[in-house]
């Protein structure tokens, strides 16, 4: 597992003992290159990802499928599986934003998400009362990384990876807009890493360009390529 994970107080029963990587190459989610998921700052309105002193790691939200979600379950199912291509791109986004500098640091630092928000496009007459179904692709998506009742891995609600996946969660319902479900996410990494990027590189990714461009006139940083 990675050092700076390896180095926080967790009970041993909640600790995880698999790689994340692994996982994701069983579960076929891509990372992207880093020429195509690292970006410029100055090509974006706002940041994708802010760190916090505390470990506590902010990533904007991401959008996909088809608008309006209804009760029926085909749109539910469609909706929901939309939720787990954004959990990918999140993923991906997370992965660059840890692994971009020389920290050493890639998912495996990951301790936890920590807080979702989930907000489904369902402008009908009536309530809608199926948001959590339509928001568990997203949240699975992290259990079945990390690990979680969610989890592709599960029986019975068990998952043998642990339950590093699992998070708080809000569904709402009632919007209107472009896409079927819009998803964000809070997670959390060692306070003693996040500390480290925030000092080395600041707490924006994309990088700053101004950055960007000194860590990679020191020869420090420089995209590396995703954990095989």
Known sequence: MARYYDRVELPIELRRTFSVYDRLRELGIGLGAAGDQVALLSSQRIASV???????VYLSGGAA???PVDDLDASVAAASESGGSIADRHLATLHWALACGDEGADLDDVLYPVKVLGMVV?????????????????SGRWH????GS???????GQDPGGFSGMHTRSAIAGFEGRFALECEVIVAIP?????LIIGRRGWLYPLPDPIRARLADDGRAGPVEANP
């Open 191 to 195: 306070a003693e890493l996040a500390r």
């Open 122 to 138: 369902s402008p009908s007459e009536g309530p809608f009362l199926r948001a959590p179904e339509v928001v568990n692709g997203y």
């Open 144 to 147: 079945s990384v990390f690990g």
């Open 65 to 67: 499928g088809l608008p």
């Open 50 to 56: 802010v760190f916090s002193e505390s470990g506590l």
């Open 150 to 156: 969610l989890s592709t891995y599960a029986r019975h």
